[in-house]
């Protein structure tokens, strides 16, 4: 078994200088996006973080279920509070970004991103985000950022060994893996890229394309789980964090919701 997160020891290795310094810790939550969603907004500082060691029904994509086993992952929200809400797409993978290389430093694969939110190494998933924005009227209240991250190889439930992968199976040091400290270098990834995003830098949709899955490649393209005719070369996103192709007579093709996946090499629509 597993311990549990430590959250002094997080806090020794915390580097980031406002995220994750209101941190909430809960050793079991239903869902940590569903908790802060609920959260009093005189109560959720910008920046905050809830963790958990056991999300008993926390959701995905799709309202697909994310299976966490106690002790194990890495499952926690970021709640952000900006003052505009446009973008939020580009957000979303920027964060996907900021984690992929944070895990980078773990892996002996590449940690890279398969739109619109799962993170992938050596073909098999390794976590996921999912990205929720709650208004007042129409001036954004709070942007939810759940990630669910497979750490520990009893970490995940429920899931075929052929399609999730955890970072201990691809971590060569013998030294035991902890969480508090991985955590640590998401928050301090995260928080510059919320920067980025934040300041509106120009290069943040370019920097993001190159660790999309298929970027610069010739693929097919699946729309609520149809092929589309013939085939498209994945130019990555544009600064809206919308999905742009060509397709076969050159025209450019934007999409702009999740619905949308890149079908590389024999992969079938699932």
Known sequence: MKQPFDV???????SSSWLGRKFIHMDQVESTNSYLKKLPGDKLVHGTVLHTDHQTGGRGQY?????????????????????????????????AHAVSEALSGFSNEPVLIKWPNDLIAGG?????ILTECIFLGNKPDRILIGLGLNIFKEGYEGVSPEQAVCLEELN?????????????KCL???????????????????????RLIGYGQWVRIAINGRPEDGRFKFL?????????????ELDVNTFKHGQVRILTGNEDVS
């Open 8 to 14: 002094d020891l997080l806090n020794s290795r915390l």
């Open 63 to 95: 309202k697909r279920i994310w299976h966490s086993g106690p002790n194990q992952n890495l499952t926690f929200t970021i709640a952000f509070r900006p003052s505009h809400a446009d973008r939020v797409p580009l957000l979303t993978l920027a964060c």
């Open 124 to 128: 098999k998933k390794l976590g996921g």
């Open 172 to 184: 060569d040091e013998s030294a035991e893996l902890k969480r508090e400290e991985i955590l640590a």
């Open 188 to 210: 301090k990834a995260i928080e510059k890229a919320y920067l980025q995003w934040e300041k509106q830098d120009p290069q943040l949709h370019n920097t993001v394309s190159r």
């Open 236 to 248: 990555g996103v544009n600064r809206e964090g919308e999905l742009t192709a060509l397709n076969e």
